[in-house]
């Protein structure tokens, strides 16, 4: 789990991605994430849908969306945007729309004979999906929930609640698969800004109303054995369960899916065979399992 937290490069990448997750991975993966399965032969299509065109286009939609939204926040934050946890919870789900349409859009121009996605976008595009998930999931729960008050206002209406339904439905959607150990990712995510509000009061810089902290129930002047509490539990126990609620997700869509596809079976002319390309993952590593039903 450690080395692939860590940045690689060249033949010594693709040779821990292939040990991790099997000797097909670029297009397991692919077939795993955008779930292009050759049903009848010759048809190609999104997990849900028959038609890649639609699932490209919903991941362009999300990232122009997304980006518009973000862009709009800043000058509203003023030059203390980057302090506020929201923001870099935005930026990250911003990043996982955005990361996702070019490689959907990669991957849709390979049938044209171009390059698709390298093995390291889709790791990193993995990556931030797990970060992206389970961190809006947490900002709007608390953003909501918090015994401490809040602005009611269309901005945050955008970033601390539809960003969630945009989660929960990318999840029931997209191909990306969720498991329980992937929580290190969110637990980074989260400890990054931890470290992050440490520094900051470290440096004696002004949060947004002018005072020594960022929000004032992370106080280290006045409250630090709250805020030490605060920040731990967020990190330690908010998020693993949040990673949990997107995992159940995600099984959630599994259960969807086979419904869907036993209702929509598809029933070829006698004597023609079906060929199914079907990927899953166990310990980690992609297996592809061809069926032929006659």
Known sequence: MLLRLLPTSGPHFQTLWRTVLGRNATQGLLTLLYRRVTSPPG?????????????????????VFTLAILIWSVPTDSNRWITFYSNWVYSTLTLHFCWSAVVCLQDYRKAAGHEGPSERTLYIDWVIYDMAMATS????????????????????ILRHGLNSLMVVIDVLLCGFPSRLNRVVYPVIHQGAYCVFVVFYWLGGFRGYDGKQYIYSFADLNTVP??????????????????????????RT??????????????????????????????NDKIKEITVTQV
């Open 137 to 156: 999931l947490t900002v709007s729960a608390e953003y909501w929930f918090s015994p401490w008050p809040v602005t009611i206002g269309l901005r945050s």
């Open 225 to 250: 054995l709250q805020t030490v509490i605060i920040m731990s539990g967020n990190t330690f126990l908010v998020m693993p369960v949040f990673h949990a609620v997107v995992c159940a997700l995600y």
């Open 253 to 282: 869509r599994l259960k969807l899916l086979k419904k869907f596809r036993n209702i929509n079976t598809y029933e070829p002319p006698k004597g023609m065979p079906i060929q199914t390309l079907e990927t899953e993952i166990v």
């Open 43 to 63: 048809h190609a299509g999104s997990q849900w849908s028959s038609s890649q065109k639609l699932f490209v286009a919903y991941r362009v939609v999300c990232a």
